[in-house]
């Protein structure tokens, strides 16, 4: 485990998730977007915690969705998260 996901471990509390998701009004099959995912960090959180919905995960960083896809392997997790590449972004010329 990286040295950020050992921080975000205890930032990201799965006993929370539960209640944001009913905050959210989250309902089985409910799709959860993970912008930026990293690691996917979140999103394996979020797919271990939560039955029945999906979490689509994009990064714009090929490693990046690399190291998450492996994590998400490992950890037997890649029916829950679909990992996605961002598009670059666009910068304004003005």
């Known amino acids: 485990m990286s040295r950020l996901e050992l921080t975000w471990r205890y930032a990201y509390r799965p006993e929370f998730v539960p209640l944001l998701m009913e905050y959210l009004g989250a309902q089985r099959g409910t799709r959860i977007l993970d912008a930026d995912c990293g690691s996917g960090f979140v999103s394996r ?25 492996q994590m998400l392997e490992r950890e037997g997790l890649t029916a829950q998260v679909e990992l996605r590449p961002l598009p670059p972004s666009r910068q304004s010329s003005h």
């Open 45 to 69: 959180l979020l797919a271990r915690t939560l039955t029945g919905m999906q979490v689509a995960a994009l990064d714009a960083d090929e490693k990046m969705l690399t190291l998450a896809r």
